[in-house]
């Protein structure tokens, strides 16, 4: 029987941001899709999960319309626990042919593919042995232009559908605000932090407190390959990541 | 001036949990240490940072007595946050020469290292540049025995505030339940998964909830030099681990 394939997607930003949106009506031509998102923002999440309290998962009717071959659920967890409960609850005896994340507001290059949860869901997905793909706009705004990015997401797509990817390897894929850009390029991850990442208030019984800000230091800046570099010249960049944290 | 070597310790169980202070009991040997961990229970973090609240860090004055050289501090945040954190405020113009996390109630091997906030907070150590290593011993009993893997412990602290550690790399050490270990092992993460990972519940509405729990699948059992087969054998196993994702 020739089944159209099925496809997982989750995101770090809620199912209600317009950047999942964008993913899931796209992936529709491609096959069957289940979108089983956090109910709420979940940015920062990494690969955190929910230990302590009991998850829910829950049917979204809100989408059919505009998204007619796509499964909608949201979850009470973190992005790694959408991929965990999906595989576990609605899926169960249905495994995907491909996981996708995304497509996030905000870069998810250099450093802070550690902390994404956008491509925690990806990694997690890479752990259960599927394709896996996390996609980013660098583009924070919740009204982020989604549409030059879109015909790269369908050509990646293409391509690891038609030819999967290395065991225990996932794709992070970020693209630059940028109407017009310059192509795809395969990289690495360029080497920086975050500096200045708190900032500091005090509130009215004279106690500190603090809020997380920063600002992102390319450690290589004069290095034209890495991710960070190639995002700044309007290319769209595709680095494999590992799950494997052993240094070999 | 030859100043005493400083030290700043976190972990994911909380700043109450046996561990972490077996851990700075011990650190104290070697040189001031600042301890500053999560005011609960924060484990499966991996390296989540809270990004939509602010945080505190408190002073806690009730180990002054067994802990001398330590000055204590708990945060409303996670086990990376607290490393992030403590390096803006309380650290600011003093760089730890070492960063520990732990000592961790329950084992961070093979898969495990994805999800842990203990190893979170030591990859976060290293995005810092600073030589770090994660403690965890394979119990999680909040009643664990962690004195038979305290030599162990001083033995790995000694060796690398000797050598430091290759830039990018941190060491997961885990230690069996076992009072009679075999020695130190080098090795690399046991490829593997978790199966079965949620209970499933039906609350008084007749709505279904799932709480994690699971049991860990070893995909290369066969394999004697894996962290997971030399754990059985009752060694301390050292895994270096890598803060680059990037597959090359």
């Known amino acids: 029987m020739n089944r159209r394939p099925l496809i997982l997607v989750s995101n770090d930003d809620g199912y209600r941001a317009r950047g999942v949106h964008h993913l899931t009506r796209l992936l529709q031509e491609f096959g069957d899709v289940v979108a089983v998102c956090p109910e709420g923002p979940q940015s920062g999440k990494s690969m955190a999960i929910t230990v302590y309290e009991p998850l829910r998962i829950t049917p979204v009717d809100d989408y059919r319309e505009d998204e007619p071959d796509v499964e909608w659920y949201h979850v009470n967890g973190t992005p790694t626990d959408c991929v965990k409960i999906a595989m576990h609850t609605v899926l169960r005896d249905r495994r995907p042919d491909l996981v996708c994340t995304g497509i996030n507001h905000g870069s998810n290059a250099s450093v802070n593919v550690l ?46 559908m038609e030819k999967g990817l290395p065991e225990g390897v996932c794709l992070n894929v970020n693209a630059p605000k940028c109407s017009d850009l310059a192509g795809i390029r395969h990289t690495v991850a360029c080497k920086g932090h975050w500096s200045d990442e708190y900032a500091e208030y005090t509130d009215p019984h004279g106690r500190p407190y603090y809020w997380m800000t920063g600002r992102f230091i390319n450690e290589e800046p004069d290095n034209p ?23 070999k």
Do not use: N
């Open 225 to 247: 390959d890495t991710d960070d570099a190639l995002l700044a010249r309007g290319f769209v960049t595709i680095v494999p990541c590992q799950i494997d944290r052993t240094s």
């Open 115 to 160: 902390y994404s949860g956008t491509m925690g869901a990806a990694f997690e997905g890479c752990v259960f042995g599927i394709p896996s793909i996390g996609f980013s706009l660098c583009d924070h705004s919740p009204e982020a232009d989604f549409l030059p990015m879109l015909p790269y997401v369908r050509r990646i797509v293409e391509d690891v």
